[in-house]
């Protein structure tokens, strides 16, 4: 499996990830998730390769982070995945994934631990 990227090229985040990886040679496939956002069983794939449950990729200063209540402790993780799913603006990024594993690019040089 070559390297994904779930990438926002508005942030400067993901575009400083996208760039440490291609001046080591590595082109991803990128998957810009804003416009074509990962479904459910995807985002739950994402979450166990990362280790993580899904407020720790959550963006909790988004305003839909607030205005959803997502900051309650009784919403499930299915919930919460659902959520994200709705509004991929919630999921941090960058994201990257190999077979190797998968990363969130913060800070950015995070990716190059998949090579």
């Known amino acids: 499996m070559p390297m994904i990227l779930y990438h926002n090229p508005q942030c400067s985040k993901s575009r400083a990830a996208l760039e440490l990886l291609r001046t080591r040679g590595v082109e991803p496939g990128i998957v810009e998730y804003l416009k074509v956002p990962p479904d459910r ?66 800070p950015p040089e995070k990716v190059l631990d998949l090579l």
């Open 41 to 106: 069983e995807t985002l739950s794939r994402i979450l166990d390769l990362l280790g993580m449950e899904p407020r720790q990729i959550m963006r909790t200063k988004e305003s839909a982070y607030r205005e959803n209540h997502l900051h309650n402790p009784d919403l499930t993780r299915d919930e919460l995945i659902d959520a994200m799913v709705r509004n991929p603006r919630l999921i941090e990024r960058p994201i990257a994934m190999t077979e190797r594993g998968a990363v969130l690019g913060r």
